[in-house]
C-alpha cells in the first residue's frame, strides 16, 4: 500500500532528520582531521548539506502541493534520496 502524501512527507522529514544526524557525524570526523583532508571532506559535507536542503523544502512542498502534483513530487523527492545516498557512500570513501 503507497503512503498517504502527508505520511510520505511525515516519512521524508524523518530521513531528513537521519541525514542531519550523520552529516553531523561527518562534520565530528573532519574536524579531526589534517587541514588538507578537511577541506575535502567538508566540500563532500557541502554536497550532502544540500541535498539534505532540498529534501527538507521538499517536504514543505508535499505539505502544501495539490494531489495532481504529488506523483512528480515524490518521483523528484524519490530521486533526490538515491542522490543524497549516493553522495553518503562517496563521503564515506573520501573519508575512510
Known amino acids: ?8 512527507a511525515e516519512n521524508l522529514e524523518d530521513q531528513v532528520r537521519e541525514w542531519t ?31 539534505k536542503d532540498r529534501l527538507l523544502a521538499m517536504v514543505e512542498d508535499m505539505r502544501q502541493a495539490p ?14 534520496v538515491a542522490d543524497i545516498d549516493d553522495n553518503y557512500r562517496e563521503a564515506l570513501a573520501f573519508f575512510h
Do not use: C, F
Open 1 to 8: 500500500m503507497e503512503d498517504s502524501p502527508k505520511q510520505y
Open 21 to 51: 544526524n550523520r552529516i553531523a557525524e561527518l562534520k565530528t570526523q573532519a574536524d579531526r582531521a589534517s587541514a588538507e583532508k578537511k577541506i575535502g571532506m567538508l566540500n563532500q559535507i557541502a554536497v550532502l548539506n544540500e541535498h
Open 67 to 80: 494531489d495532481e502534483d504529488w506523483d512528480r513530487l515524490r518521483k523528484t523527492a524519490e530521486k533526490e
